[in-house]
C-alpha cells in the first residue's frame, strides 16, 4: 500500500522468495544440504510493471535459480550484467523479445530457457554432512554422493518424492549414462 500511495507500484519489481528448504524427516534426513525436492526447491513470486497482462498471475515452471536474481533486478534496473555472471534474467520467462531500457537480455523466443541444472554441495566434512552433486532435469535427478563413492537416479515425473532408486534398473542405464556424461562434464570431471 505505501509504494502506491508513494507512486512507486508501477515503477517498482517486487520479488518473493525464500531460503532452500529444510529436511524435517524425509529421505529419513534432517538439514537442508541434500539435493533432495524438499531441500532444494524454493518458491518465487514476482510482482514485475513490465509483465504483460495476461501472464500475471499465471504459473511457470521453467528452472529458475538463485543465480538469476541478481540478474533479474539488473535487468529490470535496466542494467546489462557483468559477463561472468552465470544467472539469467528471469524476465526473459515473461517478456517479448524487444531490446530497449528495461529489457536487456534475449527473451525465450530468441534463446531457450535452460534445460537442466547442476546441483552442488561440497561438504567441509563429509564425516557429518556429506557432499553431493547432481543434475536435474524436468523427468530425471541424477545424484552422485563422492564421499561414499554411490550415485541415484530418479524419474521425477513418476516419482516425485524421490523414493524410488533407480541405480541399479538396467532399463534406464542410457538415460543414467547420458545424465552422469553430462555431471562430469559440468562438475569438470
Known amino acids: 500500500d505505501k509504494l502506491k500511495e508513494e507512486g512507486l507500484y508501477n515503477n517498482t519489481m517486487i520479488i518473493f522468495t525464500t531460503d532452500n528448504g529444510m529436511m524435517h524427516g524425509a529421505h529419513g534426513l534432517a ?18 510493471p513490465r509483465m504483460p497482462k495476461e501472464k500475471v498471475g499465471t504459473l511457470d515452471d521453467s528452472f529458475t535459480l538463485n543465480i538469476d536474481l541478481a540478474e533479474t533486478i539488473l535487468g529490470a534496473a535496466g542494467i546489462k550484467p557483468d559477463e561472468l555472471m552465470q544467472g539469467r534474467d528471469i524476465s526473459d520467462l515473461y517478456l517479448p523479445n524487444e531490446k530497449g531500457e528495461h529489457h536487456v537480455t534475449a527473451s525465450v523466443e530468441v534463446e531457450p530457457w ?7 554441495f561440497p561438504s567441509p566434512d563429509d564425516k557429518y554432512i556429506p557432499s553431493s552433486t547432481a543434475v536435474v532435469t524436468k523427468e530425471w535427478k541424477f545424484i552422485n554422493w563422492p564421499a561414499y563413492n554411490r550415485e541415484q537416479l530418479f524419474n521425477l515425473e513418476k516419482d516425485p518424492l524421490e523414493s524410488n532408486d533407480l541405480y541399479n534398473d538396467t532399463s534406464v542405464k542410457p538415460i543414467m549414462d547420458k545424465l552422469r556424461e553430462r555431471h562430469d562434464k559440468l562438475k569438470g570431471i
Not at 535452460?114 to 552442488?120: D, G, H, L, Q, V
Open 31 to 48: 538439514g537442508k544440504w541434500y539435493p533432495f525436492q524438499e531441500s532444494i526447491r524454493v518458491p518465487l513470486i514476482i510482482y514485475d
Open 114 to 120: 535452460r534445460e537442466y541444472f547442476f546441483y552442488e
